[in-house]
């Protein structure tokens, strides 16, 4: 099993940027999808990106393509999320997923693999 561990997070104004990284470790990520999820407070889980291996082709929730960038480094073992412009509505904490098949993309379940989350909270 793959652990997964996201960080990059922290206390951020509107407006600005974050680098999200998810760092896998034990072994590779499962080269299916890897995903970005976020969950705030009160509210269920949300797919944010994700980015196929083998492809390396990206998918984004319609409300955030114009805003986040998903990439991947195979090097580090590493997948990023580029925050920009952010909202307080972006506020929640953000999970790193992962799984070695490559549909369906924006449901959690059928990720095998999660990391513990890192909260970012983006103040007015």
């Known amino acids: 099993q793959v652990q997964l561990l996201e960080s990059g997070g922290g206390l951020v104004q509107a407006g600005d940027s974050l680098r999200l990284s998810c760092v896998a470790s034990g072994r590779t990520f499962n080269r299916g999808i890897t995903a970005w999820f976020r969950q705030a407070p009160g509210k269920e889980r949300e797919f944010v990106a994700a980015?196929?291996?083998?492809?390396?082709?990206?998918f984004y929730a319609d409300s955030l393509k114009d805003r986040f960038t998903i990439s991947k480094d195979n090097v580090k073992n590493t997948v990023y999320l580029q925050m920009n412009s952010l909202k307080s509505e972006d506020t929640a904490v953000y999970h790193c997923?992962?799984?070695?098949?490559?549909?369906?993309?924006?449901?959690?379940?059928?990720?095998?693999?999660w990391g513990p989350g890192t909260q970012i909270t983006v103040s007015l």
């Open positions: 980015i196929r291996w083998n492809t390396t082709s990206t």
């Open positions: 997923a992962d799984k070695s098949t490559y549909y369906p993309r924006s449901y959690s379940s059928g990720y095998t693999d």
